[in-house]
């Protein structure tokens, strides 16, 4: 079962924008974490906000986290076409060992 | 770059046959998971071992095996392939942190 679910399903936008996916989770996490996953291929790890943070920032990318409503958002500024890629959430629900993932948020930046 | 290999990067079985996976790192990362991830979903959990040994297991059945070798290689054996069985595999590592290092995966097909 998927502990996340991002949303949108979906993100179309221009190069330039920004674009911002939310994650929602059902259970208390000592973290959640943000992946990117580029057409099928390996997850590449980009911020880890732990349960007592309520906003990360790394580069282009900022994160927050709402333990109240159970969500997290990630915003990415200033897109780029090579940001087109899919983006996953994870959180350490169960353990902090197994990993629960949504089924992702599909962002495309078009040039 | 993870510098986490996995191999193949392709393979198409039949039902029935068995297949095994293998996933490596250049570091001692001595964690390793195992995700299967169907086309369109996020990855779903099902090992992980530490120096050796399993250490937390998702819902999969039996027929889905692993070893980790004293180097941190690791392999994934599936026995008797089913038409489900068709996914991205991945492999991802772990150190002392909560981060995890995917490798690209292995596309399985089984006709």
């Known amino acids: 079962s998927q502990q996340g679910e991002e949303d949108p399903q979906a993100l179309s936008i221009q190069e330039g924008e920004n674009a911002t996916m939310n994650c929602s989770y059902k259970t208390s996490i000592n973290n959640l974490q943000w992946y990117r996953q580029n057409s099928g291929r390996g997850l590449v790890h980009l911020i880890l906000?732990?349960?007592n943070e309520r906003e990360k920032h790394s580069g282009r990318l900022r994160v927050t986290l709402d333990t109240s409503k159970k969500s997290s958002s990630l915003l990415i500024t200033a897109s780029r076409a090579a940001d087109t890629a899919s983006y996953f959430c994870a959180t350490d629900a169960l353990s902090n060992y197994q990993l629960i993932w949504g089924a992702g948020t599909k962002l495309i930046i078009k040039p | 770059e993870t510098g986490v290999t996995q191999s193949p990067t392709h393979l198409i079985k039949t039902r029935g046959q068995q297949v095994t996976l293998r996933c490596s790192s250049q570091?001692?990362?001595?964690?390793v998971s195992w995700y299967q991830q169907a086309l369109g979903q996020g990855p779903q959990f099902i090992f992980q071992?530490?120096?050796?040994?399993?250490?937390g297991r998702g819902n999969f059945p039996p027929r889905f095996s692993g070893l980790q070798f004293p180097n941190y290689s690791s392999e994934l054996n599936v026995n008797a392939l089913e038409l489900d069985d068709s996914a991205l595999y991945l492999c991802?590592?772990?150190?002392?942190?909560?981060?995890?290092?995917f490798g690209p995966g292995t596309r399985l097909t089984v006709l």
């Open positions: 906000i732990r349960s």
């Open positions: 991802a590592l772990q150190g002392n942190t909560d981060t995890q290092y």
């Open positions: 570091s001692g990362h001595n964690t």
């Open positions: 071992y530490y120096r050796e040994e399993e250490n």
